[in-house]
């Protein structure tokens, strides 16, 4: 089966940009999650989205937000991009929560 | 919220030495999962716990869930080069979103 697929794989964008991330689930998975990880940092939650619906949202400002298509694909979008947004977003999904799969993710650099 | 707390955050080892990363949660949990990130990749699905005092092994790791169910542990013996990664617990309570602890980063001495 295919795994999860995220693109692009790496993005450059400006200070103050909008960026959009892209996450394929594995198919027949309804849930989708999306991670930030900073540089050697941990995962910090981000949304989870689940039969089209937001179920959870991590600490982040407004300017991070999604969607879930009817096909249970993703968008992350990060508007007025800081810096600090410099990091790798990982997308995964699963069966009904159970085990996570991960994509290889997109490393979202802010000059 | 749940929390889920993960020591230590870095350990080096020798070669051959044995390694340990704890995981302890501020909520019982349904159960627990144990994810592997190497250099430059995404965390992988090691293993899952469900039940009370659970231990599971797979050839040289060796994982277990507590009694209370909300502390987990991973250990490897005889570490090799190939071990190296950052080790996550994460847990989950109910019908709830994993919570991943902060990660245990192994770096091995060949």
């Known amino acids: 089966e295919a795994g999860v697929t995220q693109s692009p794989t790496h993005l450059i964008k400006t200070r103050g940009q909008q960026a959009t991330l892209r996450c394929s689930p594995i198919?027949?998975?309804?849930?989708v999650y999306w991670y930030q990880q900073a540089l050697g940092l941990g995962l910090q939650f981000l949304l989870w989205?689940?039969?089209?619906?937001?179920?959870n949202r991590g600490n982040f400002p407004p300017r991070f937000s999604g969607r879930q298509f009817p096909n249970y694909s993703s968008e992350l979008n990060v508007n007025a991009l800081e810096l600090e947004d410099s990091a790798l977003y990982l997308c995964?999904?699963?069966?009904?929560?159970?085990?996570?799969?991960f994509g290889s993710g997109t490393r979202l650099t802010v000059v | 919220g749940q929390q889920v707390m993960q020591i230590p955050q870095y350990q080096h080892v020798q070669e051959g030495e044995d390694f340990t990363t704890y995981c302890n949660s501020s909520?019982?949990?349904?159960?627990i999962q144990w994810y592997k990130q190497r250099p430059g990749g995404h965390p992988v699905f090691l293993i899952q716990l469900v039940k009370s005092g659970e231990v599971k092994k797979q050839k040289r790791l060796t994982f277990q869930f507590g009694e209370a169910k909300k502390n987990s542990s991973l250990h490897i013996t005889a570490t090799q080069t190939t071990d190296v990664g950052t080790y996550f617990c994460?847990?989950?309570?109910?019908?709830?979103?994993?919570?991943f602890g902060q990660g245990t980063r192994l770096t091995i001495n060949p």
């Open positions: 994460a847990g989950q309570a109910g019908a709830q979103k994993l919570v």
């Open positions: 995964a999904s699963s069966p009904e929560g159970i085990r996570y799969t």
């Open positions: 989205y689940d039969e089209g619906e937001e179920r």
């Open positions: 198919s027949g998975h309804t849930s």
């Open positions: 909520t019982t949990l349904s159960n």
